[in-house]
């Protein structure tokens, strides 16, 4: 598994958020500067977020975004699956996917569901508030 860069400012952009005042929304712009990320590919993903009741934005004057739960709330796994999709480690352990025709003969299936397993165990593990502490060591 290889996250991409949406997953991985997903992250940037949601501990940006945490770490603002939480009552007012922050300006897309104000978030790109200090990520360093373009404010196109930030839209993108941010409609992305929205979309999935991660944060809530408003347009126009004093508008931007805010996040809707609490840092803590927000668990790296659910962030990824939502920007990458999935996780697993291969096509057949995919949400949805075809079931192999060699599952019954498959020596590695018991390999790749535990490795999925981790992962997954993993990333549920750590939260955006757990990331923001890593900043203020």
């Not at 940037?12 to 200090?34: G, H, K």
């Not at 929205?50 to 659910?78: A, D, M, Q, R, T």
């Not at 590695?108 to 397993?117: A, Y």
């Not at 993993?122 to 203020?136: G, P």
Request: glycine share 8%; aromatic share 6%; hydrophobic share 35%.
């Amino acid at each position: 598994m290889i996250v991409s860069t949406r997953g991985r400012y997903a992250l940037r952009v949601l501990i940006d958020l945490a770490e603002q005042d939480s009552s007012s929304f922050v300006p897309l712009r104000d978030i790109a500067n200090r990520q360093n990320i373009s404010q196109k590919y930030i839209e993108s993903i941010m409609t992305m977020l929205s979309k999935n009741g991660l944060i809530i934005g408003v347009h126009g004057k004093g508008g931007g975004y805010k996040l809707i739960k609490s840092p803590s709330e927000y668990k790296v796994s659910e962030i990824l699956k939502i920007t990458e999709g999935s996780l697993a480690p291969v096509a057949c352990l995919e949400c949805g996917a075809t079931p192999c025709a060699r599952i019954d003969n498959c020596r590695t299936i018991d390999m790749w569901k535990e490795l999925d397993n981790r992962v997954s165990g993993y990333l549920s593990s750590i939260t955006i508030h757990d990331l923001m502490k890593k900043n203020q060591n």
